[in-house]
Nanobody, 116 residues
Framework: VQLQASGGGFVQPGGSLRLSCAAS????????VRWYRQAPGKQRELVAS???????NYADSVKGRFTISRDNAKNTVDLQMGSLKPEDTAVYLC???????????WGQGTELTVSS
């Protein structure tokens, strides 16, 4: 399995952006996809996750502003980000964990900068 993250860029505070994570290869029917972020000098932070059944979880820092969704037919997971803040600036990475095989894969990361 390989993951390709895309959609990062430069956004002004209060703006919106959509990140996408596309998986190539089989990720099976039982998996969870997670978006993490890592800002310079900070630890990697779990931002949001979504299972193959559609169950979602969010970090408190993004609840109400970010929405994670997936299209199982296309093997894509999107992260819609709104009301962006400078503290959302980070490299965003996606990860898939396949429950049935224990396989895990990471995307290469896509960078978001929120600044005026």
């Amino acid at each position: 399995v390989q993951l390709q993250a895309s959609g990062g860029g430069f956004v002004q505070p209060g703006g919106s952006l959509r990140l996408s994570c596309a998986a190539s290869g089989s990720i099976g029917s039982f998996n969870v996809v997670r978006w993490y972020r890592q800002a310079p000098g900070k630890q990697r932070e779990l931002v949001a996750s979504i299972t193959s059944a559609g169950n979602t979880n969010y970090a408190d820092s993004v609840k109400g502003r970010f929405t994670i969704s997936r299209d199982n037919a296309k093997n894509t997971v999107d992260l819609q980000m709104g009301s962006l803040k400078p503290e959302d600036t980070a490299v965003y990475l996606c990860n898939v964990f396949v429950f049935t095989t224990g396989a895990s894969a990471w995307g290469q990361g896509t960078e978001l900068t929120v600044s005026s």
